[in-house]
């Protein structure tokens, strides 16, 4: 089983729309995680960092589970500039390796 | 501000030649990582330093791979013999120390070998 495992998608949706990603992790002793978006022939950057509360910002928000070791990307009223592919990340244990999942792309439509 | 630089932006070269990439992480940034990404994939682990102390080089996938950063700033990922298979994205990231902290990427180096 893969570290991080992403459904890659894609997602097509109209704008407007809302749109939920999740990502399963396999080291139950990770402790931060992030969500990276990449644009096409560009380099990650960070979306948003997933505390264990849940945390929002704006139409972006991020939920946490450790009992099922998944997290999860809500987007709400989808923009045509959100196209693009969303990544997961789990650190390793005890280190500042980064994980990351294969993406998922997401395509807003009009 | 200025964030990660990493150069060339794009190099080809024929197989067997030996190439060198340029990481100038975040000014103060402790930690700065090498990441490869194939098309269509996250990017991989390749190796970590932390200072100029190589703390993690488990992911280079063999000894052509070597990484150094001699100062504790700007690092160079070197690839000795290339082979077709090290066509890749190669990202640098830098970050703040402690641990846990997010990393911030570099544009990356589009390796492409003939």
């Known amino acids: 089983r893969k570290e991080v495992e992403q459904d890659p998608g894609p997602f097509n949706v109209p704008e407007g729309a809302t749109v939920a990603f999740n990502c399963t992790y396999s080291?139950?002793?990770?402790?931060?995680f992030f969500w990276y978006r990449q644009d096409c022939r560009k380099e990650p950057k960070l979306l948003m960092s997933v505390y264990s509360s849940g945390n929002e910002d704006g139409r972006f928000t991020a939920q946490l589970n450790r009992a099922s070791q998944y997290i999860s990307l809500l987007i709400r009223d989808s923009k045509l500039s959100d196209s693009a592919t969303y990544l997961c990340?789990?650190?390793?244990?005890?280190?500042?390796?980064?994980?990351f999942g294969t993406g998922t792309r997401l395509q807003v439509f009009p | 501000g200025a964030g990660v630089s990493q150069s060339p932006r794009y190099k080809v070269a024929k197989r067997g030649q030996d190439v060198a990439l340029r990481c100038d992480p975040i000014s103060g940034h402790v930690s700065l990582f090498w990441y490869q990404q194939a098309l269509g994939q996250g990017p991989e682990f390749l190796t970590y330093f932390q200072n100029e102390a190589q703390l993690d080089k488990s992911g280079l996938p063999s000894d052509r791979f070597f990484a150094e950063r001699p100062e504790g700033s700007v690092s160079t990922l070197k690839i000795q013999r290339t082979q077709q298979e090290d066509s890749a994205v190669y990202l640098c990231?830098?970050?703040?120390?402690?641990?846990?902290?997010?990393?911030?990427f570099g544009d990356g180096t589009r390796l492409s070998i003939l």
């Open positions: 990340v789990a650190p390793t244990y005890n280190t500042d390796k980064l994980i």
């Open positions: 080291n139950s002793a990770s402790q931060s």
């Open positions: 990231a830098s970050s703040l120390a402690p641990r846990g902290q997010p990393q911030h």
